[in-house]
């Protein structure tokens, strides 16, 4: 901790020194490295004050805002072969420094009275292994009222976990085990990173929580790890390439990697290529385009996109005017207006930057470490409850797709298709516990 506000204080040196000079390289260099170094102080802040938990919302929040909005720009400075136009950078680094000093505020400021405990609303019990079963039956019906495989993946993972983390029996383990499985192996029609990531991380917490506290060097070979599986699932989006006839050609795998992502001479151009490809770099520049254009050339939406959670129950047929969701405006605005099938977000920054210019950043980022230090500070309450348990593990596996952006889509699809049926869930298996016990006694 001390050696962060030694290195933090050296880049504020030259951040002050840049802008007594107007010197944009030592301006750059010094925004850049101040940002990352306040980043990582509040993580690790964060980790020491929550007990040496990698997994609390403060943490998690902090982390996925580094991977979005300013990893990218060190990526830039590691791998850059040609030299870097700061002018088109430095809008966007003040805008995520202002971000970061707002949230510090937000976690300062922001006092959640504590509680000594919260309703029982569930009983914990041993149906849950009845309900991925459920859906699976269900599974086909679900898809014609909306749901796809990745949703329904989702709540088999979550109710696995819970069965398996609720029985000591190996037998009802290996099962809940091999649903985990095919939640993973229906869900591959869609090619989902959210859902792969979301499960990813489901699935950590719980072992985080209920087998072993993961140490720190496990958790940064965990996210190596991870950032190589995106770039991997990233290049498979192009997978039809790689089958021959119905089977998979290992052989032309094995070639097209080589020639993408050179492994015997891993140079800077090869390393900025994979970077490019986990998505970072790529929604840090849809950021850095919003910052740099608005209000200059496109105006401000003052909070248009927000609107989304009045009117998402209104139909467009009634209501023709209604506005579109962040991540298709964006392609709309800024790259091809007449785009049907391609979707883009700015990131949670740009949404707010568009919204509303610094002060949106501002007030969005102070509500962002209330709300991340209220659901932090009651965690250890809602460990003991299946419900409170589960609804904790939605918003925690949530953080990661707020970062990307349109946070009101995000808000509904996640409240429609996770909350809700979490909750039906819920309901169904209190109704089964109360019948039982009614026919017991």
């Not at 029985?167 to 009802?172: G, H, K, N, T, Y």
């Not at 309450?381 to 925690?396: A, D, E, G, H, P």
């Amino acid at each position: 901790m001390p050696a962060f506000g030694a290195v933090g204080g050296g880049f504020f040196v030259v951040l002050v020194l840049g802008l007594a000079d107007g010197n944009e390289k030592l301006l750059f260099s010094g925004l850049a490295g101040l940002n990352t170094a306040i980043c990582l102080h509040q993580f690790l802040r964060s980790f020491q004050n929550e007990e040496r938990d990698i997994f609390n919302p403060i943490s998690i929040f902090i982390i996925f805002f580094f991977f979005y909005h300013v990893m990218p720009v060190l990526a830039l400075i590691a791998t850059s072969s040609e030299p870097i136009d700061i002018a088109a950078y430095m809008p966007a680094l003040w805008v995520t420094f202002a971000a970061i000093l707002s949230f510090e505020a937000g976690l300062i400021l922001f006092r959640p009275r504590r509680l000594s405990a919260i309703p029982a609303l569930a009983v914990n019990n041993m149906f849950q292994l009845s309900i991925p079963l459920i859906l699976v039956v269900a599974g086909p019906f679900m898809g014609t009222i909306g749901f796809g495989s990745a949703q329904i993946g989702f709540l088999i993972v979550l109710f696995a976990l819970l069965a398996m983390k609720d029985s000591r029996d190996l037998p009802i383990r290996i099962i809940c085990i091999i649903f985990v499985v095919y939640a993973l192996y229906i869900s591959r029609s869609e090619f989902s990173r959210a859902f792969i990531l979301q499960s990813g991380l489901m699935i950590l917490i719980f072992y985080n929580y209920y087998v072993r506290r993961l140490v720190l060097i496990e958790f940064l070979l965990i996210s190596i790890i991870a950032l190589f599986l995106l770039f991997i699932m990233a290049f498979l989006r192009g997978y039809d390439q790689l089958f021959e006839g119905e089977a998979f050609a290992f052989s032309r795998f094995v070639t097209y990697m080589n020639n993408f992502f050179i492994l015997t001479d891993f140079t800077p151009a090869t390393a900025s290529r994979f970077l490019r490809t986990t998505d970072f770099p790529m929604a840090y520049e849809s950021f850095r385009m919003v910052v740099e254009n608005v209000p200059r050339n496109v105006d401000y939406l003052f909070g248009e996109t927000y609107l989304k959670y009045l009117l998402f129950v209104v139909p467009r047929d009634i209501y023709p005017d209604k506005p579109i969701d962040l991540h298709t405006l964006y392609v709309h605005v800024f790259l091809n207006p007449h785009s049907v099938h391609y979707s883009n977000s700015p990131l949670l920054l740009g949404e707010l930057y568009w919204n509303g210019g610094y002060l949106g950043v501002i007030l969005g980022m102070l509500l962002s470490a209330a709300m991340v230090k209220w659901v932090c500070r009651y965690r250890r309450l809602v460990s003991s409850n299946n419900l409170y348990f589960s609804l904790y593990i939605v918003f925690l596996t949530t953080l990661p797709l707020f970062m990307r952006g349109s946070t009101a889509t995000i808000t509904i699809h996640v409240i429609t298709v996770q909350i809700v049926p979490t909750l039906l869930i819920f309901l169904f298996l209190n109704l089964l516990s109360y019948n039982r016990r009614r026919s017991l006694s």
